[in-house]
C-alpha cells in the first residue's frame, strides 16, 4: 500500500467515506450501475484500509492505551458495519429493480431496514463488546409495547407487503378500491394513494385496501371495459330496440371490434325497460369521450327507428307526423326552418335505401342533391398513398353531398352504407331558393363543408419530417474518415 495510507490509516478512512458520499450525490441516476460500481469499488478499500491497521470489524477496537486512537477506531468498526449494510441494501435494491421493477420499493425497505438491525447488533456483539443477549430481550419487550401501540400502522405495513407481493394493481394502474375509482400513484408503508378521475387525491390505508374489493381496469393491458345504460319505452318492440342500438355501436369508432361490443336487456318495469350497451377501448382516456359518442348516437338511432328515450318521450315527434318532417326536425341544418316550409320541404324529399357495402356517393362526383340520413350507418372513406383507409363514421340526422350544391366541386370521400340505411334526397332545384332565400341555412352548410374539407387535408397530407440531428462522430461516418 502506498506509504501515505499506511502512516494515516485513519485519515484515509475518513476521506473513503466522504468520497463515497460525494461519488453517490455526483453521478447521474442515469448511471445506476456506475453508482453501484464505485460504492462497491470504495467499500472494498474501506475494508482493506481498517484491516491492515489491524481494525477488525469482527473485534473489539485496538489503542485500548490511548483514549482518542480507540474511540477513533470503534466509530470507524461501526462506520464499517453501517458501510456495509448500506452497500448490501443498495446491491439487493439494484437485483430487485431489474426483476420487479419499482413495484417492489416496499418490500426492499423492509429488507433495507432488516439488514441495518442486524448491522447494528452486529456492531454492539462485535466492536462493543456488549450482552448481545440482554440487548435482544430488553429490544424484544420494547418491541412488543410499541407493536401493540402501533398495531393499526403495523396492520397497513404487512398489508403494504402482501399487496406488493401478489400484486393486484401497479403504479399507473386504473384500479377502483371498494368503489373510489383512481389512477395509482404510489404505493408506501402505510396507504395506497389514488387520483381520481376528478383530478382529487384519494388516500386508503393498506390494510383496507387488502380486504376490499378491487377492480383493476388496465388488465388486461390496452383494453378498457365501459357500458351505457338506457331506458326505452315499454310499447316499443324489444328487436327494433336492439338493432338500434347495434347501428349505434358499429358507429362508434373508438369501440374494438375485438372483443365484440354487445346489446343486452337488463331489466324491466312498467314505467319501461332498461337496456345496456357495453364494450371496450384501448385507452382509458377514451371512456369519457367514447361513453358521451355512445349516447347520442343510441339516442339518433332510436329516434329514427321511431322509439324514445323516457327523458325524451315527452318531446319526441308527435306519431302522425311523416317521417321526412320528422327528419327534418331532427336536423341540426333544417331545424331552423319555419313550418311551412318544413312541410314543402318533406313533400319533396324521396327515400332511398341501400343495403351494406353500396355507394351512396363516390370521390370526385359533383352531387346535385343533398341527402340527409334517416337510419343505418354511413362510412366515410378517403385516400392516402394509394390506399383507401375509413375516416369517419355518420348517422341519423347528417348529411351528404353539401359540396356539389354550394360549390358544385367533387365529393372529397367515398360515402357508402356500412348497415343497412335509409337516405331521404332533396333535389338542387327545391334546395337552391330555400338557401338563396335563408342566409342561417347556407351559412351553416359552408360551415359543414369548410371543417370537412380541413378534416379531409389534415387525415390526407403526410406528416412533416423531423430532421434528425447527426453528431460529429456520424458526419465522420458519411465521409469515410
Avoid at 393486484?168 to 408503508?189: A, L
Wanted: with cysteine; aromatic share 8%.
Amino acid at each position: 500500500m502506498p506509504s501515505f495510507i499506511a502512516d494515516h490509516p485513519m485519515l484515509c478512512a475518513v476521506a473513503l467515506i466522504f468520497i463515497d458520499i460525494a461519488v453517490w450525490r455526483l453521478i447521474s441516476a442515469d448511471l445506476a450501475n456506475w453508482k453501484l460500481a464505485a460504492r462497491l469499488v470504495i467499500f472494498a478499500v474501506f475494508s482493506v484500509v481498517l484491516f491492515n491497521d489491524g481494525m477488525n470489524p469482527m473485534q473489539g477496537a485496538p489503542y485500548a492505551d490511548d483514549t482518542t486512537l480507540h474511540l477513533a477506531a470503534t466509530a470507524l468498526q461501526i462506520g464499517w458495519w453501517l458501510f456495509a449494510a448500506r452497500t448490501l441494501t443498495v446491491l439487493l435494491g439494484a437485483v430487485m429493480m431489474q426483476r420487479v421493477g419499482h413495484t417492489g420499493r416496499l418490500l426492499q425497505d423492509l429488507m433495507g431496514a432488516v439488514i441495518f438491525l442486524i448491522a447494528i447488533i452486529a456492531a454492539m456483539a462485535y466492536v462493543l463488546d456488549l450482552p448481545v443477549k440482554g440487548v435482544l430481550a430488553t429490544s424484544g419487550a420494547v418491541a412488543i409495547i410499541v407493536g401493540l401501540a402501533l398495531q393499526s400502522t403495523l396492520s397497513d405495513v404487512f398489508s403494504g407487503i402482501v399487496l406488493n407481493t401478489t400484486k393486484p394493481y401497479q403504479i399507473d394502474d386504473w384500479i377502483s378500491i371498494d368503489g373510489t375509482e383512481g389512477r395509482v400513484t404510489d404505493i408506501d408503508w402505510r396507504a395506497t394513494r389514488l387520483q381520481t378521475s376528478q383530478g382529487s387525491m384519494a388516500v386508503i390505508p393498506n390494510s383496507l385496501a387488502a380486504k376490499a374489493k378491487i377492480i383493476n381496469f388496465s388488465r388486461p393491458a390496452d383494453m378498457f371495459g365501459l357500458a351505457v345504460s338506457l331506458q326505452v319505452s315499454p310499447h316499443a318492440r324489444p328487436q327494433t330496440v336492439i338493432e338500434a342500438l347495434e347501428r349505434a355501436m358499429q358507429g362508434c369508432r373508438p369501440l374494438l371490434a375485438q372483443p365484440a361490443p354487445s346489446v343486452a336487456f337488463k331489466a324491466s318495469t312498467s314505467g319501461g325497460v332498461e337496456y345496456e350497451i357495453s364494450g371496450f377501448v384501448p385507452a382509458m382516456g377514451l371512456k369519457r369521450e367514447t361513453r358521451n359518442l355512445l349516447y347520442d348516437l343510441a339516442y339518433r338511432h332510436l329516434q329514427a327507428a321511431g322509439v324514445g328515450l323516457l327523458s325524451a318521450t315527452e318531446g319526441s315527434t308527435p306519431p302522425t307526423v311523416s317521417g321526412a318532417r320528422a327528419l327534418l326536425e331532427r336536423s341540426s341544418i333544417f331545424s331552423t326552418l319555419r313550418q311551412e316550409e318544413k312541410d314543402t320541404f318533406s313533400q319533396n324529399m324521396t327515400l332511398h335505401t341501400y343495403r351494406a357495402g353500396e355507394m351512396i356517393l363516390a370521390a370526385g362526383e359533383v352531387s346535385d342533391h343533398l341527402f340527409i340520413i334517416e337510419s343505418g350507418v354511413v362510412s366515410v372513406l378517403l385516400v392516402k398513398d394509394g390506399h383507401k383507409f375509413e375516416a369517419g363514421r355518420m348517422g341519423p340526422g347528417e348529411v351528404i353531398g353539401e359540396s356539389g350544391i354550394l360549390s358544385e366541386q367533387a365529393a372529397l370521400a367515398d360515402f357508402s352504407a356500412k348497415t343497412y340505411c335509409t337516405l331521404y334526397r332533396i333535389e338542387n332545384e327545391y334546395l337552391k331558393p330555400c338557401l338563396d332565400a335563408r342566409h342561417d341555412i347556407g351559412e351553416a352548410m359552408k360551415a359543414l363543408l369548410d371543417f370537412r374539407r380541413h378534416a379531409a387535408q389534415a387525415l390526407t397530407e403526410d406528416a412533416p419530417v423531423v430532421p434528425v440531428k447527426k453528431g460529429f462522430l456520424q458526419w465522420l461516418r458519411k465521409r469515410g474518415l
